[in-house]
């Protein structure tokens, strides 16, 4: 039953993986939005870059990790 539940958590292939990048995008420009409100300028600006930026960096790693995983198996 748990081993079940555990395999939804597990991302498989690129597509989960652009899927969740894009999720996490959509979250990220709607806070980088609240940040340029709240922050008006160049620093709301910096954080609305380092919003997005992050997201890319986890997607690029997902991404890698997909293929790590493909190259060497599941342990």
């Known amino acids: 039953m748990f081993e079940k539940i555990r395999r ?19 979250g ?12 008006p300028g160049y620093g709301g600006w910096m954080l609305f870059v380092a919003c997005t930026g992050a997201v890319f960096m986890a997607g690029a790693k997902m991404l890698d990790a997909i293929d790590y995983q493909r190259a060497y198996g599941p342990e």
Do not use: H, N, S
Not at 28 to 39: N, P
């Open 28 to 39: 990220a420009c709607e806070r980088g939005k609240l940040y340029l409100d709240q922050y």
């Open 8 to 26: 939804l958590f597990i991302i498989k292939t690129k597509f989960e993986v652009y899927l969740i990048t894009y999720a996490l995008a959509l």
